[in-house]
């Protein structure tokens, strides 16, 4: 995956632990007042549509990562407790439409 | 933590569209709209007012919940398991919101509403626009931080921790600071009414969006949740809110056509607020040499308010036809063009600012 996306090593334990997908993807946040804001989110799954996204294969993990999001300079890890564990992207601006 | 600084900023047309940027000439065209409706058809208001169950309106719940809920279920509560990400930009931005900005917005507020425009609007009016300013004051920004965090480049990561835990710290502080800053202007307002309000239009719509949001997660996919579901029902918070501003100045067509300065003169404190308030949290940042990225988005969410909440609870409170309202919506009037003057002030700034954090 090297330059596409990099995950640290507690994140790559948690994909393993929970299947060995992840998708990296861009979710949109709707203003009150109009507009939209795109967040990068990754979660321990595959996508609906694998199509749309760059697939990258690396020591036993499968990645998803939406077009916009490859070669950015993001990090995955993972944060949290028991069952509230749960993968983020550091280091992502937030994009539009 | 390495973060990316993009020095280049969006413009305004790639995170908003015609309907936002020019908010206030919607907002101002429904004021028009409004009033036309309440002088040409006012059976219209009269007779949706008579819709009430145990003194809440049906039609104004019914629409209040249609603008909040759509906001409520976009708030992804698991991120604050990051709070310990940026510590320092999440004291200063809940310092700011709850610790600084309710209480200056009262004091700003007072000596403009109360003591410099005394000769120019009523005692009883100016104290109504007062408990109007203040609602607006104890609710921070919720939903649109994400575009003013967008437009200046905003770290996405630390702007959703931010936006999850001011909703739940909103939860808890906003009664008791309406209250207590309602009760030392002399404004009586009782408290099962307020915690009616809280009920009704923060934890309802809070708690509907949360379990919609696990429930429809669970079910179809998160990526069906962000890309169908709230692509479908994002938009109607603009239209409630479009709509409530209609149905608002129906009712408040007497007091507008008697008072057209009053709006100018309700905004006067209102823009202080909000360009100070950025510039406490902004200059807070700077002082701790936080990056820009968390700086923009920490300063914007104090500086911008949580409209639907002041107008939803000014009209529980106070009623359609108040000041307080009214006075609510002046601050949705001058909202868009205040938060891009100071998305321009942010970008600006950039290079002030380190760009790297650990």
């Not at chain 2, 008791?176 to 923060?202: E, K």
């Not at chain 2, 669970?218 to 709509?243: C, H, Q």
């Amino acid at each position: 995956m090297g330059d596409a996306i990099d995950i640290t090593s507690s994140a790559k334990a948690f994909i393993k632990q929970q299947g060995g997908v992840m998708t990296v993807r861009l979710s949109p946040r709707h203003g009150c007042c109009g507009g939209l804001a795109n967040v990068a989110v990754a979660e321990a799954t595959s996508p609906a549509d694998p199509s749309l996204y760059h697939r990258h294969c690396d020591e036993d993990l499968t990645l998803f990562i939406a077009p916009a999001l490859v070669g950015q300079g993001l990090r995955v890890d993972v944060e949290g407790f028991w069952k509230l564990r749960h993968l983020y992207v550091d280091g992502a601006a937030l994009s539009a439409r | 933590m390495t973060t990316q600084q993009d020095t280049s900023s969006p413009s305004t047309t790639e995170g908003m569209g015609l309907f936002e940027r020019f908010l206030s000439l919607w907002v101002a065209l429904a004021i028009v709209a409004g009033i036309l409706l309440g002088q040409l058809l006012p059976a219209v208001p009269e007779t949706l007012s008579r819709f009430e169950v145990a003194q809440v309106s049906i039609p104004v719940a019914v629409l209040i919940w249609a603008m909040i809920f759509p906001m409520m279920a976009q708030i992804d509560f698991t991120s604050l398991l990051g709070v310990r990400r940026q510590p320092k930009g999440l004291i200063i931005t809940t310092s700011v919101n709850w610790l600084v900005k309710p209480f200056t917005m009262f004091a700003i507020s007072w000596l403009f509403l109360m003591v410099i425009f005394r000769p120019f609007i009523p005692a009883e009016l100016a104290s109504q626009y007062l408990a109007g300013t203040i609602l607006l004051g104890a609710a921070p920004c919720t939903a649109m931080v994400f575009v003013w965090s967008y437009l200046t480049r905003g770290d996405a990561a630390y702007t959703l921790v931010q936006v999850a835990l001011n909703d739940l710290i909103m939860l808890f502080a906003f009664a008791p600071i309406v209250v207590f800053l309602l009760g030392i202007s002399n404004i009586q307002v009782p408290w099962d009414t307020v915690a009616l309000s809280v009920v009704l239009y923060i934890v309802i719509p809070l708690a509907a969006g949360y379990i919609t949001r696990q429930t429809l997660i669970r079910k179809r996919g998160a990526e069906w949740y962000d890309n169908v579901f709230m692509k479908r029902i994002g938009p109607i918070t603009p239209i409630g809110l479009i709509i409530t501003l209609v149905l608002l100045f129906a009712f408040q067509g007497e007091v507008i056509l008697n008072n057209p300065l009053h709006i100018v003169l309700i905004a006067i404190p209102l823009i202080i607020q909000t360009f100070l308030i950025f510039f406490i949290a902004y200059g807070w940042a700077k002082a701790w040499q936080l990056p820009h990225n968390v700086a923009a988005p920490g300063a914007m969410i104090g500086a911008s308010n949580f409209f639907e909440l002041a107008v939803a609870a000014a009209i529980a409170l106070f009623g359609f036809q108040s000041g307080a309202a009214l006075a609510t919506v002046v601050g949705v009037l001058v909202e868009v063009p205040l938060m891009l003057a100071l998305v321009r002030i942010a970008n600006k700034t950039r290079h002030h600012f380190p760009t790297k954090t650990h």
